[in-house]
């Protein structure tokens, strides 16, 4: 069985609860420096956006 995340980004005010939740769920603290989630800004702050890993083949956060 696959587990899915349906992010609706309109709905995102960066609150970046989801980021402890996931660092919680997975590893036990809250701790979202290790959460799988991650939430970027955009437009100076004014645009929240919350990204999850997708196993990209050529990944350019293990790039970065």
Known sequence: MHRM???????CTG???????CSFEHEGEFN???SRIRVFEFEHG?????????QCVEAWCMKA
Do not use: K, N, W
Not at 5 to 11: F, G, K, T, V, Y
Not at 46 to 54: E, I, K, L, Q
């Open 5 to 11: 995340l349906h992010i609706e980004p309109s709905l």
């Open 15 to 21: 609150c970046l609860q989801c980021e402890m939740a």
């Open 32 to 34: 979202p420096a290790r």
């Open 46 to 54: 004014r645009t929240s956006v919350p990204y999850t890993c997708t």
